[in-house]
């Protein structure tokens, strides 16, 4: 089988940050990009914690699809098997410096959440306990502060 196109990024090197990590055409026409939501240097850092990884899940999904601007565009925000990022679907032709704000957004929202996280009651979701709220605020003001505020081009840009 063919190596695919996520796995031939260089993860050694890969920076946190937001990157294009594909764009496809669907049979209809449609253009969706992909986003690589980075928030640890994969392999030099910790993965986040696999409980506020879903709790940013939630959060982000939820603020993504109740945004005035962007919600009709929203296609899917989910977590990365190997905890070091989330993925962002979005309608659209779209590079990384068009979504800055929305992530800013984002990632305020996050590490600003107090309350019940929304969706994690045994009803609405799988998994509903393994949430960490307090480590979801850490990770999101973390990345905003250090990453989101002043993103340099290896926060935009996969390593050539
Ligand atoms: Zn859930």
């Not at 055409?25 to 928030?39: E, K, N, V, Y």
């Not at 945004?67 to 962002?88: F, N």
């Not at 704000?101 to 984002?106: C, H, Q, S």
Request: hydrophobic share 40%.
């Amino acid at each position: 089988m063919k190596k695919i196109a996520s796995f031939t990024i260089d993860h050694t090197r890969l920076e946190r940050g937001i990157f294009l990590s594909r764009r496809d055409t669907t049979p209809s026409g449609d253009i969706i990009s992909t986003f690589d939501i980075r928030l640890t240097r994969p392999n030099r850092e910790p993965a986040v914690d696999g409980a506020a990884l879903h709790t940013i899940e939630h959060l982000a999904a939820t603020f993504l699809r109740n945004h005035p601007q962007w919600s009709q565009r929203v296609i899917y925000w989910g977590p990365m098997g190997c905890l070091t990022g989330s993925y962002l679907l979005l309608s659209g032709e779209l590079a990384p410096a068009d979504i800055l704000p929305l992530m800013r957004e984002t990632f305020g929202f996050i590490a600003a959440f107090e309350g019940e996280i929304p969706g994690a009651t045994p009803r609405d979701c799988g998994n509903y306990a393994y949430n960490n709220l307090e480590e979801a605020r850490r990770v999101a003001r973390r990345f905003l502060d250090e990453v989101l505020a002043g993103p340099g081009e290896e926060n935009l840009n996969y390593p050539a």
